[in-house]
């Protein structure tokens, strides 16, 4: 695929109510997919440098944007 991609894992989560009952757990997904998307769709250069931190933040995801 052309466009930009990564994956972002959470090893201990799931799709269900952990995710949405765990606070830290919520927002390192949310601030990481905010910032994939300012990057992606507007441009933002410095959202894409605050993508690795906001994603492994806690230790709660893995992130890998070689695909």
Known sequence: MPWPKAML???KGDHGR???????????VSDTSVEFLRWSLYGDADAKKRIPTDATRGDIATFDDHL
Request: hydrophobic fraction near 50%; proline fraction near 7%.
């Open 18 to 28: 952990a995710l949405l009952s765990d606070g830290a757990t919520l927002r390192v």
């Open 9 to 11: 894992s959470l090893p």
